[in-house]
Nanobody, 118 residues
Framework: QVQLVESGGGLVQPGGSLKLSCAAS??????????MSWYRQAPGKERELVAT????????NYPDYVKGRFTISRDNAKNTVDLQMNSLKPEDTAVYFCNAKITGFDYWGQGTQVTVSS
């Protein structure tokens, strides 16, 4: 079955950088509309999209609040999806989740905590 495991979270100061990784297993990208994404959720707030990478084309999409600071990438050899986060702000503090949308179904990891504080 599909499994997603996030890692790389931790404490970082404002302006710093952090790289998250999502180890994926149990599926392959076989359709153009398959995609993987990163989401985040802060306490008391709704889960929000951080970045998306499309299955076969590799096209990336970002919301305005992270555009230019975050980069999503895929390592096909290791079957991982990474999120490089630069110029971090306190408002980036949240639990970050890896998501895979495969043939119309959504799969989620358990999340990794990112805390941006001085």
């Amino acid at each position: 079955q599909v499994q997603l495991v996030e890692s790389g979270g931790g404490l970082v100061q404002p302006g710093g950088s952090l790289k998250l990784s999502c180890a994926a297993s149990g599926f392959t990208f076989s359709l153009y509309h398959d995609r993987m994404s990163w989401y985040r959720q802060a306490p008391g707030k709704e889960r929000e999209l951080v970045a998306t990478i499309l299955g076969l084309s590799g096209l990336r999409n970002y919301p305005d609040y992270v555009k230019g600071r975050f980069t999503i990438s895929r390592d096909n050899a290791k079957n991982t999806v990474d999120l490089q986060m630069n110029s971090l702000k306190p408002e980036d503090t949240a639990v970050y989740f890896c998501n895979a949308k495969i043939t119309g179904f959504d799969y989620w990891g358990q999340g990794t905590q990112v805390t941006v504080s001085s």
